[in-house]
């Protein structure tokens, strides 16, 4: 009887813990997946609504319009597209835009180069709309001030200003400890948003009836080009769903779907038909109808509340923007940056200096330049749903190939979405001259980057390789005619192992030295997030003279020289550190009248290549173990 019990009790212990994990998953993902949406309801409705009544005050058809359409927006771009369907599309475990853009590549060869430009310019996007975010957010939240009192209106930009550079300057010591507090914290937040919702339905009780589909589509069919530019702040309401797909791998798919679908959305939903029924019960609510919803007493509160949910989601943002940075550099689209670890448990907290300080300059003079969230609702939007229609583009090709779905199902699945997402865009694009060609700007920049790294490095390395000679060939000139052997192991980095390196030319042909064990080392990423630790190293033996040696890294991956060196121990290559030399070529990059490339371009290629990171630090490499071989190429 005892050995039923005892094993039943470990059975409850095991399932209870399971629970525990997966509820703590739930809150981490409240904290980190939702807080861009969460923080919608600060100034979505108002500015839609704004827009809807035309000048005049707010009325029955704009409110209830408005509200249909955010409603509909939320339940088929967030609930249908991500949390139902891009939630199965991961690449091992993972998402976000590289991560669909690997997976498509792996199954659709012949696409392949479109799928690399739909992710390059996917992510060029993501950038634009990790500018705009901090700003809107903080801004948003700031502004709430002037409703406590009069006195603070002079002070709200100085103090998002603050908020914001505060954001940026802690960055580099790492997220950890603020992370623990993300998932309460935001959940207080939507529990907020809730109540602030619920004390105010009653107001006007009929506003639930705006859930019906109708009065969106009657709104959209009877006013013409200004239904067109209130769908476009509508769509204010949907900015964060993409990092419902980002965040898969952090949290998992189960966990992210009941966050959404139990809590998230219903307080969402709440918060604003509580709006709707303020400014339906009194026009005037409308200049600031979410903190209207609270009572005096509770503003300032709600207003210190409000900017710490607004940091959570900025600082989403930014972490999606070093994450997304190493991705691009791992994969070839962009030169090395410097990758810092800030947490020795956690791979994915990193802190990119370069990334960091960009994206805080660009914060900041968005928020000079627009000066209120009004100002700046303008210009949000543009980069989010053109990010958007790229994930469904590319995710037409994992349904279609991946999931072997016949062509008419795949389309039929994706093409009603990506009409949606066109109609938003297209509403966006009308704000261009009122703010929306910043994010396209940036993004432009960043994917015309992009392209000439993607483009100049294939250039480099076919040059490269034009003149490098074949490894086995050297092999056998070298056991024809030794040179003088010197003690010690020789690394020589290559990207491929079968060439002789650059650096290994060099010095045969200068020191006429060769040393007692030469390895050529080759990192590569493959096309999935992450390489399992016994899969690291590949090592070939055949010659005697020289060892090959491959290292697998995932494009969320940093390669590291130390640890490439413990896996191959691990398989019974032992390398001493302290008794080894890198070589590593370092290429001096000049123009020249012959280039395949433009002569802008050009220049921008070896501008890039001139500030990229050094590959001794990049790649952990005791600095008192390298020789630099230097080399000019003529790109």
Not at 111 to 116: A, D, E, Q, R, V
Not at 285 to 308: G, H
Not at 398 to 418: D, E, Q
């Amino acid at each position: 009887m005892a050995r039923p019990k005892a094993t039943e009790s470990g059975g409850d212990q095991g399932e209870k813990s399971h629970d525990a994990h997966f509820w703590t998953l739930v809150v981490g993902s409240v904290g980190v997946v939702y807080g861009d949406i969460g923080t919608s309801p600060l100034y979505a409705f108002r500015e839609a609504v704004r827009a809807a009544s035309g000048g005049s005050p707010a009325n029955s058809e704009a409110v209830f319009g408005v509200l249909s359409l955010i409603f509909w927006a939320l339940i088929l771009i967030v609930t249908l597209k991500y949390v139902i369907v891009l939630l199965r599309a991961d690449n091992k475990g993972e998402g976000g835009t590289f991560a669909l853009m690997a997976l498509g590549q792996s199954v659709a060869k012949r696409s392949s180069p479109l799928i690399l430009a739909l992710g390059i310019a996917g992510a060029s996007f993501f950038y634009g709309d990790a500018v705009i975010t901090p700003a809107i957010s903080v801004l948003s939240a700031v502004e709430g001030l002037k409703l406590v009192s009069p006195i603070f209106e002079p002070w709200v930009l100085p103090i998002a200003l603050v908020v914001i550079v505060g954001l940026f300057a802690v960055q580099s010591h790492g997220t950890a400890r603020v992370a623990t507090f993300f998932g309460p914290l935001t959940i207080l937040w939507f529990l907020s948003l809730a109540v602030g919702g619920l004390l105010h339905i009653f107001d006007s009780p009929g506003v639930i009836a705006a859930l019906n589909p109708w009065y969106g589509l009657k709104f959209l069919l009877t006013h013409g080009l200004l239904a067109f530019t209130v769908l476009g702040l509508v769509f204010l309401a949907v900015t964060g769903a993409e990092a419902l797909y980002t965040d898969l791998g952090h949290f998992g798919r189960k966990p992210i779907q009941v966050a959404w679908l139990g809590f998230v959305f219903p307080c969402l939903m709440l918060n604003y038909l509580g709006q709707g029924a303020l400014v339906l019960a009194n026009a005037e609510a409308l200049e600031n109808p979410f903190y209207r919803l609270y009572p005096d007493w509770a503003l300032a509160p709600m207003v210190v509340l409000a900017t710490c949910a607004t940091v959570v989601a900025s600082q989403a943002v930014i972490t999606g923007a070093f994450s997304l940075a190493r991705q691009a550099v791992q994969l070839g689209l962009l030169p090395r940056f410097a990758i810092k670890h800030t947490s020795e448990s956690m791979a994915g907290q990193i802190y990119l200096p370069r990334v960091n300080w960009l994206l805080l300059v660009g914060v900041v003079l968005s928020v000079i330049t627009f000066k209120s969230s009004s100002h700046l609702a303008s210009a949000y939007g543009v980069s989010v749903t053109a990010a958007l229609v790229i994930d469904t583009l590319m995710a037409f090709f994992v349904v279609w190939k991946y999931w072997n779905w016949p062509l008419w199902k795949a389309a039929g699945l994706m093409v009603p979405l990506l009409l949606i997402e066109q109609t938003f865009f297209a509403a966006n694009i009308l704000k261009l001259f009122e703010g929306a060609w910043v994010p396209l700007a940036i993004a432009g920049v960043l994917a015309l980057i992009m392209f000439t790294w993607v483009r100049g490095y294939r250039i480099l390395l076919k040059i490269t390789r034009r003149n490098e000679a074949d490894l086995d060939w050297l092999v056998r000139k070298l056991e024809a005619k030794p040179p003088v052997r010197v003690p010690g192991t020789a690394v020589f980095l290559s990207s491929d192992v079968n060439a002789a390196p650059t650096a290994l030319m060099h010095n045969l042909k200068h020191n006429r030295i060769l040393h007692e064990r030469n390895i050529v080392l080759s990192i590569r990423t493959e096309d999935t997030p992450r390489v399992p630790r016994h899969e690291r190293v590949e090592i070939d033996r055949s010659s005697e003279t020289f060892i090959k040696v491959v290292a697998s890294y995932g494009f969320m991956e940093t390669p590291s020289i130390p640890k490439i060196m413990e896996s191959c121990r691990r398989k019974d290559l032992n390398i001493d550190m302290g008794g080894t030399s890198f070589f590593l070529s370092r290429r001096s990059l000049r123009s020249t009248t012959r280039s395949e490339m433009p002569r802008w371009q050009e220049k921008l290629f070896i501008w890039l290549a001139r500030t990229a990171e050094d590959a001794t630090t990049y790649f952990q490499i005791p600095t008192d173990r390298v020789v630099e071989v230097g080399t000019q190429v003529a790109i």
